[in-house]
């Protein structure tokens, strides 16, 4: 299975992925190319360094999403793209990427969705006091953070929890969520594939 990994940021996620790759903790799993619309993103240094194909862009140059998403596919295309992963891609998706790998997109959120969708879920939940929070990973929809759930994973809010710290631990269990996910996802393609 060929995926691409979308990220606007640190690329964290992105590092565990390529990580269960390198200790095989999943397997039949490539990363065949990064999508960044940052091109000074970390997660983009790290593709390079790891000698990874990279795709970058920034949207003010095109006339609208349609035009740089058009881009995308054709990229996606060229390296046998069955799959993508966001993972901290900070744009929602328009009908030209959604309907080229229509149900082959998955996000990582980091709350338990449908609370605390959109921007700073860490902030929103530490605000709101809540004692449990969590990671999402979920297929992608034209919504903000809205499509069906495929896993999800708690975490525990502690009295003396700060944004970092809490940022921490859920990092922590996006990176085992996360390569797990892809796996299952992997997986039960490969079963559809050996059944036609
Ligand atoms: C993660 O917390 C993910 O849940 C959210 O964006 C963040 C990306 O972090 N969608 P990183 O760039 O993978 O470190």
Redesign the pocket.
Known sequence: MKIAVF??????????ILESIKSKKITNVEVVLLVSDRPEA??VQKAKDERIPVHTFRAKDYPNKQAFEEEIVEKLRQRYVDFIV????MRLLGPVLLQAYDRKII????SLLPAFAGKD??GQALDYGVKVTG?TVHYVDEGMDTGPIIAQRVVFVDSDETKDSL?KK??GQ?HQLLPEVIQMLVNSEAVKGSSK
């Not at 966001?86 to 891609?89: D, E, P, Q, T």
């Not at 996000?107 to 980091?110: K, T, Y």
């Open positions: 990220a606007s940021g640190t690329g964290s996620n992105f590092a565990a970390l997660a966001l993972a901290g891609y996000n990582v959120h980091p879920a860490i990671v940022a859920i990092q996006e």
